[in-house]
């Protein structure tokens, strides 16, 4: 089956312990991202990814940093989160073509509260 | 930047009314696509509309793409309850899709 796989699906933190949530898809995606979903803002993006080793910033990366060391793992870290990271964050993945992403399929989504 | 702007932000309709929402891009898109939200889900694929002037059904929904391809309109006719949701539009970017604010339906039954 076709799915994004991220953890922990809740997390309540502490600000400034480091945390790591994980996104793993299994259709050979190219592109993967994260977004942030806060209440009357929608989806926006964090990091993205177009392949292994080829990441970039999203429109609100700030606070964030990823990898790509495969190609179908993109974990979201928070070095030393605060409260403003207080969200409800997908992971999703897709390919990309020349017309741009076709579908995206968005992970379970983890509620990370900062305390 | 380019923006993607969707109206309304929330709307609650009585079960069997109609329902629309309609997104609205700064710029020329390639093409367009939408997206259901469950509440506590995730979102979902719901549909891409490329042609301009594309009209395309899915059982009582459906997805219009404006002539000049900067706007996009989702109707549902009879809503259920089963249609409670936030719909997103999401616009091709430079390297990305830019996800529109989101629709919230609730259906009062």
């Known amino acids: 089956e076709a799915q994004v796989t991220q953890n922990p699906r809740y997390l309540i933190t502490v600000t400034g312990k480091k945390l790591t949530v994980t996104c793993s898809q299994n259709?050979?995606?190219?592109?993967m991202s994260w977004y942030r979903q806060d209440p009357g803002l929608g989806l926006r993006q964090i990091y993205y990814s177009m392949n292994v080793e080829v990441t970039d910033k999203g429109d609100v990366p700030e606070g964030y940093k990823v990898s790509r060391k495969e190609k179908r793992n993109f974990p979201l870290i928070l070095e030393s989160p605060s409260p403003n990271q207080t969200s409800l964050y997908f992971c999703?993945?897709?390919?990309?073509?020349?017309?741009?992403?076709?579908?995206?399929?968005f992970g379970q989504g983890t509620r990370l509260t900062v305390v | 930047g380019q923006q993607v702007m969707q109206i309304p932000q929330y709307q609650h309709v009585q079960e069997g009314e109609d329902f629309t929402t309609y997104c609205n891009s700064s710029?020329?898109?390639?093409?367009i696509q939408w997206y259901k939200q469950r509440p506590g889900g995730h979102p979902v694929f719901l549909i891409q509309l490329v042609k301009s002037g594309e009209v395309k059904k899915q059982k009582r929904l459906t997805f219009q793409f404006g002539e000049a391809k900067k706007n996009s309109s989702l109707h549902i006719t009879a809503t259920q309850t089963t249609d409670v949701g936030t719909y997103f539009c999401?616009?091709?970017?430079?390297?990305?899709?830019?996800f529109g604010t989101g629709t919230r339906l609730k259906v009062l039954a």
């Open positions: 259709m050979n995606h190219e592109y």
């Open positions: 710029t020329t898109l390639s093409n």
């Open positions: 999703a993945s897709s390919y990309y073509g020349v017309g741009g992403n076709t579908e995206a399929f």
């Open positions: 999401a616009g091709p970017g430079t390297y990305k899709y830019i």
